[in-house]
Nanobody, 123 residues
Framework: QLQASGGGLVQAGGSLRLSCAASGSSFSGYTLAWFRQASAKEREFVTAMRWSSSNPYVADSVKGRFTMSRNGAKNMVFLQLDSLKPEDTAVYYC??????????????????WGQGTLVTVSS
């Protein structure tokens, strides 16, 4: 089970840090990802990282602004959101799965999902 937290209301240009914790199992062997879904839009890939690697895959729309990291000891992943824009407003989801590289940005490749945390960026 995944539990995401850390969302909130922030002004444009501000920052937030999202967290995702796993309960009941380890992330070992999995790919962890963040997706987001804005109102009336499809779920969008944000970034992903294999638990065994520190090299993230990052969507162009957030490259240079969002950073994914992990804490192995706490079995948690994080998403640092900087230089936020109003268009970043969405529900952010963490996900986990045994994913091959060619499908790493596809939501259907992931088996486990957190409940989502809302990020609202005001202009």
């Amino acid at each position: 089970q995944l539990q995401a937290s850390g969302g909130g209301l922030v002004q444009a240009g501000g920052s937030l840090r999202l967290s995702c914790a796993a309960s009941g199992s380890s992330f070992s062997g999995y790919t962890l990802a963040w997706f987001r879904q804005a109102s009336a839009k499809e779920r969008e890939f944000v970034t992903a990282m294999r638990w065994s690697s520190s090299n993230p895959y990052v969507a162009d729309s957030v490259k240079g602004r969002f950073t994914m990291s992990r804490n192995g000891a706490k079995n948690m992943v994080f998403l640092q959101l900087d230089s936020l824009k109003p268009e970043d407003t969405a529900v952010y989801y963490c996900a986990a799965g045994r994913v091959i590289t060619s499908t790493i940005s596809r939501s259907r490749a992931y088996d486990y999902w957190g409940q989502g945390t809302l990020v609202t960026v005001s202009s």
